[in-house]
Nanobody
């Protein structure tokens, strides 16, 4: 089991920055992949960025060059650093963790509760 607690959302003007945090209830060294997804009103949830336990990162084309996904293993926390924010980045952002249940032989996916990010002047 992994509990995820997000924080850091809010209202920001276009061109501004925000940093989201996702604190995990256990060592993130043992989590295969952690990431951030977002869901805007009337749209499907989409991947924003993820990072593997080995440090490999992947970003949606829409955020490349603007967002990064650093992590602090000592704090069991993954961040989403968002720069040059645009109104179209407005959404609820969800933290995600993927592990593997070796006893049952199935993947496990966990979600945080979500945090609202609004980009508006």
């Amino acid at each position: 089991q992994v509990q995820l607690v997000e924080s850091g959302g809010g209202l920001v003007q276009p061109g501004g920055s925000l940093r989201l945090s996702c604190a995990a209830s256990r060592s993130i060294d043992s989590i295969n992949r952690m990431g951030w997804y977002r869901q805007a009103p009337g749209k499907e949830r989409e991947l924003v960025a993820h990072i593997t336990s080995g440090g490999t990162t992947n970003y949606a084309d829409s955020v490349k060059g603007r967002f990064t996904i650093p992590r602090d293993n000592a704090k069991n926390t993954v961040y989403l650093q968002m720069n040059s924010l645009k109104p179209e980045d407005t959404a609820v952002y969800y933290c995600n963790a993927e592990t593997f249940d070796y006893v049952r032989g199935v993947p496990r996916v966990y979600w945080g509760q979500g945090t609202q990010v609004t980009v508006s002047s």
